[in-house]
């Protein structure tokens, strides 16, 4: 069974502090995982996904199948980044997208 | 193309009422999904259409719900006999398959209030 966890519901940090979402994933073949981002009154969008292994808005996430963790880090936080985050996973034909239950990030200036 | 558009945006309804929701894809996307989403959890899946194929449904999705995307094109999602447990987020996405990059477009959801 695919199952994501995400166990933090609500993050909050000051601008310019480092910032990691943690998501753990459950899943018996090969996964390939992404990070989803809702922003305040605006619909649910990509933000990366690790097969790409791009820096997206200077978020990066990288894939460690040993830990079975993808954990999303960003450096220095800004403001701009207070959002709902989504970690999810899909099978390889990504025929069906599995979400965690998100993780609110807040960022006070 | 202005994206996925979904309709109505909000529906408020009467328990054992009967509600109808629409999707319109990105228009070159085969694939359409549903999930569904409550206060403080993720998007749930429901469902998958690849073209008009229904290809995998949830067991979240019991025989009061109804899907169908008859000409590959927009879908609908029927909820028989609300009950007022159906209170939720419905969300729908759209895909292609040729990116091989398994995005999902979502559009801005349906949001289902049973009284």
């Known amino acids: 069974a695919q199952r994501v966890t995400q166990p933090e519901k609500l993050l909050s940090v000051f601008k310019g502090a480092p910032v990691e979402l943690k998501c753990n994933y459950s899943y018996s073949g090969s996964p390939e995982l992404f990070w989803y981002v809702q922003y305040s009154r605006q619909r649910l969008q990509l933000l990366l996904r690790h097969i790409s292994r791009e820096s997206i808005k200077g978020f990066t996430a990288d894939l460690n199948k040993g830990e079975t963790s993808f954990h999303l880090k960003k450096p220095f936080a800004q403001e701009e980044d207070s959002a709902m985050y989504y970690c999810?996973?899909?099978?390889?034909?990504?025929?069906?997208?599995?979400f965690g239950t998100g993780t609110r990030l807040l960022v006070s200036p | 193309d202005t994206g996925v558009s979904q309709d109505p945006r909000h529906k408020i309804t009467k328990r054992g009422q009967n509600v109808t929701f629409r999707c319109d894809p990105i228009s070159e996307h085969n694939r359409l999904y549903w999930y569904r989403q409550t206060l403080g959890q993720g998007p749930e899946f429901l469902t998958y259409f690849q073209n008009e194929a229904q290809l995998e449904k949830s067991r979240l999705l019991s025989d009061r719900f109804s899907a169908e995307r008859p000409k590959g094109s927009f879908s609908t999602l029927e909820i028989q006999r609300t009950e007022q447990g159906d209170s939720a987020m419905y969300l729908c996405a759209s895909s292609t398959d040729r990116s091989g990059t398994g995005e999902l477009f979502f559009g801005e959801g349906s949001r289902l209030t049973v009284l």
């Open positions: 999810a996973l899909a099978n390889v034909s990504f025929q069906k997208l599995v």
